[in-house]
């Protein structure tokens, strides 16, 4: 799950604060946890079915006039009075456009700033499945002003979330019991609970999402992409995408080559592969990015939040609360706060070491005594770990990733991977069964599979850190050599979920002077992270 695109400021980062990690060791430790990760992925690869190919370029059935002649009616967002609004109408199945009801997709835009200057049209799109990007272009405005001034940014929530059409799959109350408990409890009695609660979402989904559950996926997201380039106006169109909109963007660009200018892709989505096949792999990667880059930091600063003055006695004390809230939970008002709860927190605080690494740290010093424990910790401790994904955002997250590609269906493997995940790399793996339960009950096809190759394409640039914990290294490697002609930025010393616009100006030099001239690196390029205090 890449949930770094909860919010409209995750993919933003501020000045990074101070380090005392080794760097060197965290850059050449990937040996090892990646030999590990490769015996897996190729394990996935010998599982489940194949789906049909989409050539690169296929296309639909050309869209009807109600929707290609349409316009959009532009006022200010509600939200945000710095953007404006519109919404745009197109086919739930764009392979059978006179089937079913139609689907609204909510678009904002940002005008550029020094009109002299423009250069066309940038699209953003928001990371998940799940996040939402229709106020995306208002931080782009903030943070990356050379590119508001040359640049129309565009924003959309895709199918399925915010004011687009929904999914819905879950009632709070469901969504509050699917992570109740403790992932890593293991006997047959809490495995039999644990798929009961995910073939419950699967069903809860097909119920109450009014047949729109086999339309939400990547390819049909990239379609409604094209229609909104139409729409606007534009032969071609430049793209900038975080995290999950990588696969939107990769996706688009084999199906669309000849209507791309230059694409940014940061922190990629394995989209030369299968969801099963890059899930398989953020157990390693989120262990890692706690393991090696969290725990250094926090006994770093034991003066400040003492948690132990080594990374293993600061793991040891992180297992130690965990137990205890497996035997007495925190109850406090609506929020109940167990060991499910404590992973979700730690994983949401280690997408980004800026603000991340403090809000967890501090959220972390509540838990000793609860009711005695510093007012302001206690209200940080609430938002670390009381508001972590939503049932709005789990709807399309299950629905992209259980249908865009092949899954394996047969639960006592998924069981046996969980209890092999959770004694290896327990902080995301402890859940590989409750997660994958639910795309083993999927009740939808598979989507027509888009094989990405880079086939048409300018030269594309592509960002990712070597310790992304959400979208790992090795799986960025992959997708790299399948969209040939990329460039891959590898952000050393780091491990960032989001790269741009950020703090490093390596990274920012190298995507603005691509996308305001044109000019990709020669080669692939290496931006070691800025040392800051």
């Not at 379609?223 to 534009?234: N, Q, T």
């Not at 696969?247 to 200018?261: D, K, S, V």
């Not at 044109?518 to 040392?531: F, I, R, V």
């Amino acid at each position: 799950m890449t949930t770094g695109d909860l919010t409209r400021t995750s993919s933003t980062p501020t000045t990074a604060t101070a380090t005392h990690r080794t760097r060197h060791r965290r850059h050449t430790k990937l040996g090892g946890r990646t030999a590990a990760l490769l015996t897996l992925l190729a394990l996935a690869s010998t599982t489940g079915t194949a789906g049909a190919v989409t050539a690169p370029g296929a296309a639909a059935p050309a869209a009807p006039a109600r929707y290609s002649h349409q316009q959009l009616t532009w006022q200010t967002c509600t939200e945000e009075a710095t953007l404006e609004c519109a919404t745009m109408t197109a086919p739930r199945d764009w392979h059978h456009p006179g089937r079913g009801p139609d689907i609204t997709v909510a678009v904002s835009r940002h005008r550029a700033t020094d009109p002299a200057r423009r250069i066309g049209t940038l699209l953003t799109a928001a990371g998940g499945p799940g996040g939402q990007g229709l106020l995306r272009p208002a931080d782009h405005v903030r943070n990356a002003p050379a590119l508001a001034a040359s640049y129309d940014i565009i924003g959309f929530d895709q199918r399925g979330v915010g004011h687009s059409t929904r999914a819905v799959c879950q009632t709070p109350e469901e969504f509050h019991s699917f992570f109740s408990g403790d992932f890593r409890d293991d006997t047959p009695a809490d495995r039999a609970r644990v798929i009961a609660n995910s073939a419950a979402l699967a069903a809860g989904c097909e119920q109450r999402s009014g047949g729109l559950l086999p339309f939400l996926t990547t390819e049909q997201t990239a379609r409604d992409v094209d229609l909104l380039r139409a729409l606007l106006g534009e032969r071609r169109i430049s793209y900038y995408g975080p995290s999950y909109a990588t696969m939107i963007g990769a996706y688009y660009a084999t199906l669309f080559p000849h209507r791309i200018e230059r694409m940014v892709l940061d922190s990629n989505i394995g989209f030369d592969g299968t969801w099963e096949r890059f899930q398989l792999g953020q157990p390693m990667s989120f262990q890692r990015r706690f393991e090696e880059d969290f725990l250094p930091w926090l006994a770093a600063r034991d003066a400040t939040y003492h948690y132990g003055t080594t990374p293993a006695e600061a793991k040891a004390r992180w297992e130690a609360r965990r137990a205890a809230l497996r035997e007495h939970p925190i109850v406090d008002g609506q929020l109940t706060l167990g060991p499910n709860q404590l992973d979700n927190g730690t994983i949401q605080g280690i997408y980004r070491e800026n603000n991340g690494f403090t809000l967890l740290a501090t959220a972390l010093t509540a838990l000793d005594d609860w009711p005695a424990a510093d007012p302001a910790a206690r209200t940080t401790a609430r938002r670390v770990f009381g508001d972590y994904l939503s049932p709005e955002f789990l709807a399309e997250y299950f629905a992209v990733t259980c249908s865009d590609t092949p899954w394996t269906r047969d639960l006592s493997l998924w069981a046996a991977r969980g209890t092999a995940n959770a004694a290896r790399w327990p902080l995301v793996g402890a859940r590989t069964l409750a997660f994958a339960a639910v795309c083993a009950s999927w009740p939808t096809r598979t989507a027509p599979r888009v094989r990405v190759t880079g086939a048409g394409l300018p030269p594309t640039l592509m960002l990712n850190s070597v310790h992304d914990p959400a979208t790992y290294y090795e799986a960025a490697l992959s997708a790299h050599r399948a969209l040939r002609g990329s460039r891959l930025v590898t952000v050393t010393d780091n491990g960032d979920h989001g790269q741009y616009p950020g703090p490093n100006p390596c990274v920012r030099n190298a995507v603005e002077s691509y996308l305001l001239t044109g000019a990709a690196p020669a080669a692939d390029l290496t931006c070691p992270s800025p040392t800051t205090s």
